[in-house]
């Protein structure tokens, strides 16, 4: 199993961001799946998740209203767009996978790193 998360950079406060994570090696129509982010010298922290099979999106508060996760079933991938950017978003992103019933992410993408300027 693979999730290999791209997309990262630095940008500007207010710009905008699209990450993806390409999944391979299994099926994930019974799997949430997740971005989280962790910042230096912070916990990780929860950003955004949605079931594989109904799209049904979760936030955290720091990014509701400005980010969007989105499936794409036709290319195995899981997006998520970034707007409306700040300096505090600046963190590596990572993209994870648990299986629906439980609440522990197993699979962990590799993180992409966004800088965000002021």
């Known amino acids: 199993v693979q999730l290999q998360a791209s997309g990262g950079g630095l940008v500007q406060a207010g710009a905008s961001l699209n990450l993806s994570c390409a999944v391979t090696g299994r099926s994930f129509s019974d799997y949430v799946m997740g971005w989280h982010r962790q910042a230096p010298g912070k916990e990780r922290e929860f950003v955004a998740s949605?079931?594989?099979?109904?799209?049904?999106?979760a936030y955290g508060n720091p990014v509701k209203g400005r980010f969007t996760i989105s499936i794409d079933d036709a290319k195995n991938m899981v997006l998520l767009q970034m707007n409306s950017l700040k300096p505090e978003d600046t963190a590596v992103y990572y993209c994870?996978?648990?299986?629906?019933?439980?609440?522990?992410?197993?699979?962990w993408g590799q993180g992409t790193q966004v800088t965000v300027s002021s």
């Open positions: 994870a996978a648990r299986y629906q019933r439980y609440s522990e992410y197993i699979y």
């Open positions: 949605s079931r594989w099979s109904n799209g049904i999106p």
